[in-house]
């Protein structure tokens, strides 16, 4: 039959028709990807978009010039310039000192009230090691900068909405004027925040940083790394060259799977069982976190570590028996070093889940207010998502900004711990 005639045939139609349906069927289904990559990358786009714009502005700190009279009667009256003498000092009196010479109109005690909340009461704090590490300020007037209160950060920085005629947010209108006069004048202005990644936790937004987070998570990834790293290579390897295949090393293989979908919360469920209750270490601290956080990572860990070990040929194996090596020095001296950089890969990636989890570190109380940065691993200790969960369910406007502030600090960390895998998978990675 000529080709002429099998088109013209039902047959030939019937051909065509289904390819016709089958090019359709192709184009939806690149249309579909498509659209699901751009609603991806647009909730990504938006999430981001709002992470930036509220938190971009925690990266500065509003300061008032004032100029503070460092009255030799009331820091070290006997003259000794004792250190323990000079941080007793009532350095806050001095800066309130200052803000009524400023500000003379601020007579009854309600406007020194309100005129006192323009300053931090952090600015004490900055004061007096100032005084402490350079005791010949003492006996002079000096003019510095000190640190603004939340309100008065909000109000600079424009996030507290329009003024009307009885202020704006919580600065009533008395509060407003005296910012404007300290506008006018250039005695108030935004500089980079460097306290935000020098200080720990704190009640008070201008004050509060993420130091003490940072320390707490590295610490916790410095447990989780030493301990699931080596268990779990160690498992992947007797499962995936010495373990013999059979019923059990089937359910081994089976559970460690199932493993790696238990929601984490279960974990530090376990860990509050075990590590707590059971074993008695103590709890917030950067030791049970990390133990918690290495139970959470290990599947993750002999999951990606086995898909290393299997992607090294078997004539690697064949080779080296082959020149006499033992079946030990085959997978220690040959295997294992090829197959490092797709473990090291699955161990960055399990870490960078590890950093960004907070529902297990709950569980084992590593939620508490924490405000100094910890010195060790038994030291009560809070991590940057647990961090940010904190912040984000504050009643202050001022640790709104906080928490964009952190989630961006956390994506970084997580964006550069995914990079590094990728880095390494490139690098060190054969092709076979």
Do not use: C
Request: charged share 15%; glycine share 8%.
């Amino acid at each position: 039959m000529s080709e002429t005639s099998l088109t013209s045939s039902g047959v030939g139609l019937r051909i065509a028709a289904g390819l016709k349906k089958r090019y359709r069927a192709e184009k939806r289904m690149r249309a579909y990807g498509l659209t699901a990559i751009l609603l991806a990358l647009t909730s990504l786009a938006v999430l981001m978009v709002f992470v930036v714009a509220t938190g971009w502005t925690a990266f500065q700190q509003t300061i008032i010039q004032l100029e503070i009279s460092l009255d030799e009667s009331a820091i070290d009256p006997e003259g000794t310039r004792d250190e323990a003498t000079l941080r007793r000092a009532d350095y806050q009196g001095l800066i309130r000192n200052s803000l009524r010479d400023l500000f003379p109109d601020a007579v009854s005690r309600q406007d020194k009230r309100l005129l006192y909340k323009l300053i931090s009461t952090g600015a004490q704090y900055e004061l007096r090691d100032q005084v402490v590490m350079d005791p010949r300020l003492i006996g002079s007037v000096q003019t510095l900068w000190v640190l603004g209160s939340s309100d008065a950060d909000m109000w600079q920085k424009g996030k507290l909405g329009s003024e009307t005629v009885d202020g704006v947010g919580r600065l009533n209108a008395q509060q407003v004027q005296w910012l404007q006069f300290l506008r006018e004048k250039n005695l108030i202005l935004t500089q980079f925040n460097k306290a935000f990644f020098s200080n720990g936790d704190s009640r008070e937004p201008e004050m509060a940083g993420i130091w003490g987070a940072a320390v707490g998570a590295f610490l916790s990834l410095s447990v989780t790394l030493i301990l699931s790293f080596p268990l779990g290579v160690l498992t992947a390897v007797y499962l995936e060259e010495l373990a013999p295949k059979n019923r059990w090393t089937r359910l081994i293989e089976v559970s460690i799977n199932n493993l790696a979908a238990v929601p984490s919360i279960i974990f530090g469920l376990l860990g509050l069982a075990v590590f707590l209750n059971f074993f008695g270490f103590p709890r917030s601290s950067p030791l049970v976190g990390g133990m918690v956080l290495s139970l959470m990572t290990l599947p993750t860990i002999v999951i990606a570590a086995r898909a290393s070990l299997q992607s090294v040929p078997p004539s690697i194996r064949e080779a080296a028996l082959g020149i006499g090596a033992s079946p030990v020095q085959v997978i220690f001296h040959h295997v294992v070093p090829l197959a490092l950089p797709g473990m090291l890969t699955g161990t960055i990636i399990g870490l960078a889940q590890a950093l960004g989890e907070t529902a297990p570190l709950l569980m084992i109380g590593m939620l508490a207010f924490i405000a100094d940065v910890p010195q060790g691993l038994f030291d009560s200790a809070a991590t940057l998502p647990v961090q940010v969960y904190l912040w984000a369910d504050s009643a202050e406007r001022g640790f709104v900004e906080k928490t964009g502030a952190a989630i961006m600090v956390l994506l970084a960390f997580l964006v550069a711990m995914n990079g590094i895998a990728v880095y390494i998978r490139h690098k060190f990675e054969r092709k076979w």
